[in-house]
């Protein structure tokens, strides 16, 4: 990645426009419940409460969606994903990890860009609480992918070791979905 300049084929916008593929859910954080499981050696729920004692970071990044808009240093605030990594303890066999929205929507991403150093689970983006539309009331956040790999109202991450498509990743969008590689569709079955 190369922060601050634009993969080929984008165009820099000033704020992220909300994409949804259904209503926009909502819940009360206190009834929150992020789910771990799959292939991992010790499956948990993780509550509101807990994710916020665990160690907070900040990430700017740039955000690149597929239909060509990137929006340059978002800042986003909550959890790297490696602290639930290490909570749950994935196989070996692990490549990929599947993120469930609460509406529906999932998108596989591979392991290797979920433990990215820059990877999180945000609840806050700017500055302020995630806003309904951009997924509160957390959601994942993976720089080095487009955005569509960055799941909104993430309620469950599923650790897999072999492939299985999410939402768009089924509808012929790339299993990686690197912007630096113009991955945008899939070649091949
Ligand atoms: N749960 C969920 N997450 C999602 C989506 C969705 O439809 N549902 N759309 C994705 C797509 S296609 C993009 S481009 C980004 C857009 O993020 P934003 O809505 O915060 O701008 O969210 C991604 N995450
Ligand atoms: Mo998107």
């Known amino acids: 990645m190369v922060p601050g ?3 080929v084929g984008q165009r820099w916008i000033e704020a992220p426009v909300p994409y949804d ?6 819940v009360d954080p ?5 789910h771990l499981f799959g292939a991992v050696e010790r499956p948990c729920e993780i509550s509101w409460d807990e994710l916020l004692r665990l160690p907070q970071a ?3 990044a740039d955000f690149h969606c597929v239909t060509g808009w990137s929006v340059p240093g978002v800042r986003w ?6 602290e639930v990594v290490d909570r749950v303890r994935p196989c070996p066999d692990v490549v990929w990890v599947m993120a469930h ?3 529906g929507y999932t998108t596989n991403v591979p392991y290797v860009q979920f433990q990215d150093a820059l990877s999180l689970l945000a609840h806050r983006m700017n500055g302020v ?3 309904p539309e951009h997924g509160h009331p957390l959601r994942l956040v993976i720089p080095s992918l487009y955005a569509w790999k960055s799941a909104k109202y993430v309620v469950a991450l599923e650790f897999l070791p072999d492939l299985r498509r999410g939402y768009w990743e089924a ?3 790339h299993d990686i979905g690197d912007p630096w590689r113009g991955e945008r569709f899939r070649k091949g079955p």
């Open 21 to 26: 593929i259904g209503p926009v859910p909502d």
């Open 171 to 173: 509808r012929g969008y």
């Open 129 to 131: 609480p995630l806003l």
């Open 58 to 60: 900040m990430v700017e």
């Open 77 to 82: 605030e909550g959890v790297r994903t490696r």
């Open 5 to 7: 300049s634009l993969p």
């Open 30 to 34: 206190s009834r929150f419940r992020l």
């Open 101 to 103: 929205g609460r509406e």
